[in-house]
Structures are given as structure tokens and as C-alpha cells.
Nanobody
């Protein structure tokens, strides 16, 4: 099993910055691709950014150039640096992880979420 816990959310003015953290525990040797999702009120959950086991990253078009995902495999941490925040970034942000196939632990592990609010 893999356990994920997000932190770092809060209230920030438009144009400001926040850094979200995701702490992984459990069978962390099995961690595969890790992702940040978000869910705004009344909307479906959407993928924000992903980080592969190596260095590969990808971003939603809406956050490219403003958000940066990083990963520290030694510390079992995933980060999301969010700059130039906009009101439309308001959402609950979730950490998600898949596990490597040989571990046999399955996919789609989720944290409980951390709320980010950017007032308009």
C-alpha cells in the first residue's frame, strides 16, 4: 500500500505563489508516476501536472509556464510550485500515484486533498 498526504494549501491573493507538498509513505519503493489533480467547486477533477519516475513532466495547458512539478525520490516527496495564481486556480488539489507493475499494488492512490483559494 501507498499512502499520500498533501499539505501547503491556503488562501493567497491573485498573482501570488504557493508550494504544495505531497508526502508518500508505505511501500514507497513501488512509486511510479505521480500526479497533481485538482477539483474546483462544481467541476470534474482534472489533471494539473505529472512527474514520471525519472525526469519526465507534463502540464495542463492552463498551468503551463506558471506551475512547476518536482519530485524528491529520496525524501518520498512530490511538490507543486504554483506561481502567478489566478482565481480560476481555486480548487482542492490532490496528490495521486501509480505503482510500478512488478510490485503488484495496483494504481490510483490518492491523498485527502489540500484546498487552495485565490479570491477574485
Amino acid at each position: 500500500q501507498v499512502y499520500l498526504k498533501e499539505s501547503g494549501g491556503g488562501l493567497v491573493r491573485a498573482g501570488g505563489s504557493l508550494r504544495l507538498s505531497c508526502t508518500a509513505s508505505g511501500d514507497t519503493i513501488c512509486l511510479g508516476t505521480m500526479k497533481w489533480y485538482r477539483q474546483a467547486p462544481g467541476k470534474e477533477r482534472e489533471l494539473v501536472a505529472l512527474h514520471g519516475v525519472g525526469t519526465a513532466t507534463d502540464y495542463a495547458d492552463s498551468v503551463k509556464g506558471r506551475f512547476s512539478i518536482s519530485r524528491d525520490n529520496d525524501k518520498k516527496m512530490l511538490y507543486l510550485q504554483m506561481n502567478r495564481l489566478k482565481p480560476e486556480d481555486t480548487a482542492v488539489y490532490y496528490c495521486n500515484a501509480d505503482t510500478l507493475g512488478w510490485c503488484g499494488l495496483g494504481t490510483d492512490y490518492w491523498g485527502q486533498g489540500t484546498r487552495v483559494t485565490v479570491p477574485s
